[in-house]
Every structure is written in structure tokens, then in C-alpha cells.
């Protein structure tokens, strides 16, 4: 069974600055998908940004961007230039390309933009 | 475009009662899903749907039951309400192995 492992369980930046959140996952495929999920207090759960395993490129959305390192089972979120509507949980999630009925979960990382 | 709308939004349950989560989607997604939410775990799977007339079980079953009997709805039972069930439950629905829309999400509270 695939994990998702989100080591930060919360964070906290200043306005305008640069800031990382760690996800790391467990899978023995080769093919499958990588998203960010954000939940800000309103609790509606928003895609941020996808990442397809067979692409070496990494995703960028705007000022998201993640370091997607297959080798490695990495898939880090870096939000630039930090705004107070950033302030959220992040939830990293996995997607197998076969059998892809489940879609899993890590534990979240609540992310506090302070003015 | 409504997407993916959950009924109902709050609910305040005693031990015991039985109720229904109704998720409906009008985006003609195969896959749907119910996900229950609690502090530090994270977004967890009850039970899913690949397509009309089929369920299966996820991580976290007990306790609960799902129908599909159309393929824009998703309910989700249960029987006998336990204060362990008080939790967020959320709704979701995909096409195969794209992105997964989430509803609004349902508080519940066991008392």
C-alpha cells in the first residue's frame, strides 16, 4: 500500500518570503500521479498544483512550484513571495497510474503567512 | 456549475441514530469518494466508487455503508452513530486518474 509522509506538521513564514513543505511517499510503481491540495479555513479543498511521475519537469503554478525527485520519492511544494491568503493546510496526496482508484492522503501541514 | 455538492452541511447526531450523507456531482465523474478529516490524520478514505452499482472498502470502513446506485450520487450510511464517527466527512469525485474535486464538507458531532 502507497503512504504519504508530510514531516511538518506546521509552519510559519513572514509575508513576502519563500517557504518549503516537505512531502515524501512510499510506492514500488513507476507510473503515477502527485498533487498539493490546499484547505484554507473555509475548509473547501482546492488543487494547487499536479505532477505526472514521467515527466522530469517540474510543475509550476505561478509562485508554486514543486522539486519532484522520483529517485528519491520527494515531492516538495516551494511557495514564493508568501501572501496572507496562503495561510492554509497543505495536504500532499499520491494517485497510482494503475489500479487508480485510491487517491492517499499525508497528514497535512498547517502553513501560517504572519503579516 | 455546481461540481460537487455534499448534503448536509452540519449535523448533530445522539449515540445510536442512524443517518444519510448524500454527495452529489453533475461533472459525470466515474470515481467518487467519502473521506473522513480528523486533527493530525489527515484526510482519510472510507469507502469509494469506480463507476454506477459498485463500492469498495478504503482504509477506514467500519462503521459505515455506501450505495451508488446512480452515477451522479454517493450516500453514505450510518446505522448506528458512535461519538468515534464525530469527524468532517468530505465527498470527491474524479475522472480516473486526473485531479479530484472535494465538496464542501460535512460536520458531524456524536453526542
Known amino acids: 500500500a502507497q503512504t504519504v509522509t508530510q514531516s511538518q506538521p506546521e509552519m510559519s513564514v513572514q509575508e513576502a518570503e519563500t517557504v518549503t513543505l516537505s512531502c515524501t511517499y512510499d510506492?514500488?510503481?513507476?507510473?503515477?500521479?502527485l498533487f498539493w491540495y490546499k484547505q484554507p479555513p473555509s475548509r473547501q479543498m482546492i488543487l494547487v498544483i499536479r505532477?505526472?511521475?514521467?515527466?522530469?519537469q517540474n510543475a509550476t503554478e505561478n509562485r508554486f512550484s514543486v522539486n519532484f525527485q522520483k529517485a528519491a520519492k520527494s515531492f516538495s511544494l516551494k511557495i514564493s513571495d508568501s501572501q496572507l491568503g496562503d495561510t492554509a493546510m497543505y495536504f500532499c496526496?499520491?494517485?497510482?497510474?494503475?489500479?487508480?482508484?485510491?487517491?492517499?492522503f499525508g497528514t497535512g501541514t498547517r502553513l501560517t503567512i504572519i503579516p | 456549475n455546481a461540481g460537487v455538492t455534499q448534503t448536509p452541511k452540519f449535523r448533530v447526531l445522539k449515540t445510536g441514530q442512524s443517518m444519510t450523507l448524500l454527495c452529489a456531482q453533475d461533472?459525470?465523474?466515474?470515481?467518487m469518494y467519502w473521506y473522513r478529516q480528523d486533527p493530525g490524520m489527515g484526510l482519510r478514505l472510507i469507502h469509494y466508487?469506480?463507476?454506477?452499482?459498485?463500492?469498495a472498502k478504503g482504509e477506514v470502513p467500519d462503521g459505515y455503508n455506501v450505495s451508488r446506485l446512480k452515477k451522479q450520487n454517493f450516500l453514505l450510511g450510518l446505522e448506528s452513530a458512535a461519538p468515534s464517527q464525530t469527524s468532517v466527512y468530505f465527498c470527491?469525485?474524479?475522472?480516473?486518474?486526473?485531479?479530484?474535486?472535494f465538496g464542501q464538507g460535512t460536520r458531524l458531532t456524536v453526542v
Open positions: 470527491a469525485s474524479s475522472y480516473r486518474a486526473f485531479e479530484a474535486f
Open positions: 510506492t514500488s510503481e513507476n507510473n503515477y500521479y
Open positions: 461533472m459525470n465523474h466515474e470515481y
Open positions: 496526496a499520491f494517485r497510482s497510474n494503475f489500479g487508480n482508484e485510491k487517491l492517499t
Open positions: 466508487s469506480v463507476g454506477e452499482g459498485t463500492t
Open positions: 505532477q505526472e511521475a514521467y515527466k522530469q
